[in-house]
């Protein structure tokens, strides 16, 4: 698929942690992408609170909650899924991140803007 961009290699991804990535888009665009390792799966998010635009990390590429399984955002404390993006606490509640599609292939996480 040639509309697959490479966003880092796998291992710079803690497993069960996160980290945060500028990437450009295929518009020339640099856009800042969040991901979530669990195993070799990556889920992938643009690192924009749906409340009210603001980067989620507390410090650069941190964006888990303390027990490591929602995604928190630094500024208003929402929490959002980390397999699909969902708000389920928070003022943006109902409301998700923006998906950025992730493929893992042979140790480099690709994704799809």
Wanted: glycine share 12%.
């Amino acid at each position: 698929m040639s509309d697959l961009k490479t966003l880092c290699q796998l291992e710079e991804i803690p497993d069960g942690d996160s980290n945060g990535f500028a990437i450009e888009t295929t518009d020339g665009k640099r856009i800042s992408v969040l991901a979530v390792r669990q195993g070799k799966a990556v889920h992938a998010y643009v690192n924009a609170c749906p409340h009210i635009g603001s980067p989620l990390d507390f410090t650069p590429g941190r964006f888990l909650n303390v027990e490591k399984t929602l995604i928190q955002c630094a500024t208003h404390g929402a929490l959002f899924r980390i397999n699909d993006g969902h708000c389920v606490s928070g003022p943006c509640t109902g409301k998700g991140l923006s998906v950025v599609p992730a493929i893992v292939e042979g140790g480099t996480v690709k994704v799809r803007l």
